[in-house]
């Protein structure tokens, strides 16, 4: 039953993304994880939601309204933050919820029916399309050579920025396109789990491989292997029970998390008995 499911080209696609956003979640989520750029990650995401209903309104793509205000916002963000003029949770809230307001706002003004956007809230990967696909790989391969072109430089300053601005690393730049670089992987994470749920997809896989590996290598590849083993599993929950496949994914990926938690915690305690 479950082979006979890949004759179906939306259960192709759905696999295809997949493997794209674990791919993303698995790298660029051990460095958000690291830097403790979580919430962060959380405001830009939100932001997001005011591109995608600047493209209903203006008739274009909303994943490419998503990806502009995302890289704005992340940009706006780090600006700020570097700037130091207030506190950065601040300014995440205030751009949070700023974008959240403007989608209303331009959905409300888009002319007749409004849409139904509870795919770009919720996820919804059995509806993912080959245009989907493209704009998804398309980021996919460009966060890949960022971070695999300048893997030294990344680790370097993940693990002691002020040691990498010594050795002649420019770190206001590396943190500027690793603000983009979050911008472009929400926009992969859209339509697989949802504007709302993408936290739990950036952090569940690669808070499991901290738990098992340190390597940061080992960490990155750890994490898309789980987080595509989340990925494939919800999927495949959401079609046999008909359930949103977003939410699917994240549940499960939380429960994942508690129990590898819970088995470590109790192995650590018996270890120090």
């Known amino acids: 039953m479950l082979l006979s499911l890949f004759q179906y080209q939306f259960v192709q696609n759905a696999v295809i993304a997949s493997i794209l ?109 080959r245009g989907d696909l493209f704009f998804m790989a398309v980021f996919t391969i460009v966060v890949v050579l960022v971070i695999t072109l300048l893997f030294n430089y990344w680790k370097a300053y993940m693990f002691d920025e002020e040691f990498a601005s010594i050795i002649g690393i420019k770190t206001a730049f590396m943190e500027y396109l690793l603000f983009v670089l979050i911008a472009m992987s929400v926009v992969v994470l859209i339509r697989v789990v949802g504007i709302i749920l993408i936290l739990a997809l950036f952090t569940a896989p690669t808070a499991i491989a901290g738990l098992l590996a340190k390597n940061l290598k080992l960490r990155m590849v750890l994490s898309i292997i789980i987080g595509a083993l989340f990925c494939f599993v919800g999927l ?17 990926s939380a429960i994942g998390y508690l129990f590898v938690y819970i088995f470590y915690s109790i192995k650590f305690r018996n270890q120090m008995n």
């Open 21 to 129: 956003a674990s791919i993303v979640c698995g790298i660029i989520g051990v460095i958000i994880v690291e830097k403790k750029l979580i919430m962060m990650s959380g405001g830009i995401a939100h932001t997001s939601y005011g591109g995608v209903g600047l493209g209903y309104l203006f008739g274009f793509e909303p994943i490419i309204g998503a990806l502009f205000i995302s890289i704005l916002a992340a940009l706006g963000i780090g600006y700020i933050k570097r700037r130091g003029g207030t506190r950065s949770d601040v300014v995440i809230g205030l751009f949070w919820s700023l974008g959240m307001a403007l989608g209303i706002l331009f959905i409300a003004m888009t002319p007749g029916y409004p849409p139904d956007l509870s795919s770009y809230l919720f996820g919804s990967i059995l509806s993912v399309t």
């Open 236 to 252: 495949w929950i959401s079609y046999v029970f008909n359930v949103a496949s977003g939410a699917a994914i994240v549940i499960l």
